[in-house]
């Protein structure tokens, strides 16, 4: 507000012309109105989410609505499962949004306590100048800050703008944790099983170079075809490498993720790959961006600057209270059994009115409304990003889910062939170096599917950490 609802010298002279009774009921409503006076409204916010996603599934087999709490589960790795439960409870960076959520709750039970009344006692042992006389002093002081002009609640704000905060912290720590472990977990099975493909593509490679050199010797294969066969060779023990590099900082990142300086040795055994299968998406309302880390973050620092703006407003205003004290003085110069002693006792109003730093609270005021402002672009921006990464992450998971059927059927046709190659070549009719191209023809087929199968759980696992997924903070009373 920009003046006094009730000029101070008319209260005053209202309050002097009242019963006693009227004067208290006539104080009560000028302190609630002066208390409410200066709060500043909090922005109505309207997330520009889509009323639909563009690039939702149209449904289809097996479909689910999104689940936000447990969504890992439809990769089907009881040894994910355990991982991430594992990983929410013993990671360092959980633990420490956790710790700062606890610090911001603590906070927050205090955060209007700078408005309650206080007492302090003291003493001071005062000497006269003439040296006739030394005082001991004894007493309490009490005072009392009126939260008017909107502080009450704007200190409220701040509080729970930085409590919302921390939950937001703790609940981005643990989507980061679960989406990281998921994706290491991912990255480790499909790059075993790579391994395991161009192992077994090397090992034909070598075969064939093997059978290729046999004829040479017979004068039924010519040089260039050993030098294609080495090089190609050379080409699969290469691309052993990649993989191999994967596993080793895969297996290591997850030690970081769950606590731990060593990787479990069970992890270098390899197991099946994470895949969703027949799964398939059927509705995920937009209304669930909400939930998403970055946008509950912004969320709570527009409260906050809010809360921030409505003290910086209060502040224009004088400050009134209200101070008493109580003091004994025993003078022990002259009275050595300090049996005798004085008591003053005083009560009054405090007021401090701001007058020559008047025009620096103005301009605090106004830059606080500012910032005010700029967390309200900030969380239109957080959700428009949320929108982005999720509409991105839709796209990406429908099309590698229609590239995974195609790659199954690819797979499926080159298996038949493969039996059909062993058929011949028992019947005389293909030689062992067919056999060896066909084994290694179906290898990277099977290569292609591991590569599909992994983008997809990967692209799965980005909607959901676009989503906010993760087990949401726990709410205790003390929120």
Request: hydrophobic content about 45%; charged content about 20%.
């Amino acid at each position: 507000m920009s003046q006094l609802p009730i000029p101070l010298s008319s209260a005053i002279a209202s309050l002097s012309r009242c019963s006693n009774t009227h004067r208290a009921l006539l104080l009560a409503l000028s302190l609630s109105v002066l208390a409410g006076c200066a709060v500043a409204p909090l922005p109505e916010l309207k997330p520009p989410v889509p009323g639909e996603w563009r690039n939702a599934p149209a449904g289809g087999v097996a479909a689910a609505p999104a689940d936000l709490r447990g969504w890992w589960q439809a990769l089907g790795d009881p040894e994910l499962d355990a991982l991430i439960a594992r990983a929410l409870k013993d990671n360092l960076d959980v633990a420490q949004a956790t710790e700062r959520l606890m610090m911001a709750r603590g906070l927050n039970r205090h955060a209007r306590d700078g408005y309650l009344p206080n007492l302090h006692a003291k003493t001071n042992d005062v000497i006269n100048p003439d040296t006739s006389a030394s005082y001991f002093v004894v007493g309490f002081d009490a005072q009392w800050e009126l939260p008017l002009f909107g502080a009450w609640q704007s200190a409220q704000r701040v509080a729970q703008g930085q409590l919302n905060g921390a939950q937001a912290a703790l609940h981005g720590a643990q989507v980061s944790l679960v989406a990281e472990v998921s994706r290491r977990w991912i990255e480790l099975r499909s790059a075993q099983r790579q391994a395991q493909a161009f192992t077994a593509i090397r090992d034909a490679q070598r075969e064939k170079l093997r059978l290729l050199q046999v004829r040479q010797q017979l004068q039924l294969a010519p040089s260039i075809e050993i030098a294609k066969a080495q090089a190609e060779l050379a080409r699969a023990e290469a691309a052993l490498a990649e993989p191999t590099q994967t596993i080793n900082a895969s297996v290591q990142q997850l030690a970081v993720l769950v606590g731990q300086s060593e990787p479990d040795p069970q992890w270098l055994q390899p197991g099946p790959q994470p895949q969703l299968g027949q799964w398939q998406l059927a509705s995920a309302p937009a209304d669930l961006l909400r939930t998403r880390p970055e946008i509950a973050s912004a969320e709570a620092e527009v409260l906050r600057a809010a809360g921030q703006l409505g003290l910086s407003r209060a502040d224009m205003y004088p400050h009134i209270g209200i101070g008493t004290s109580l003091q004994w003085s025993v003078n022990t110069a002259s009275n050595h059994r300090a049996r005798t002693g004085e008591g003053i006792y005083s009560i009054g109003p405090i007021i401090d009115i701001p007058l020559f730093d008047w025009g620096q609270r103005v301009a605090n005021a106004h830059a606080k409304d500012h910032e005010l402002r700029a967390a309200v672009f900030a969380y239109r921006q957080a959700v428009l990003q949320g929108v982005a990464e999720a509409e991105t992450a839709l796209g990406n998971l429908e099309q590698l889910r229609l590239r995974e059927l195609a790659s199954q059927q690819v797979t499926q046709a080159t298996e038949q062939g493969m039996v059909a190659m062993r058929k011949r070549n028992e019947l005389g009719l293909a030689s062992t170096l067919d056999m060896q191209d066909n084994l290694i023809e179906g290898q990277r087929t099977e290569l292609e599917l591991v590569n599909v199968r992994a983008a997809r759980s990967l692209a799965y696992v980005a909607l959901y950490k676009a989503l906010g997924g993760a087990p949401l903070p726990q709410k205790t009373d003390a929120n």
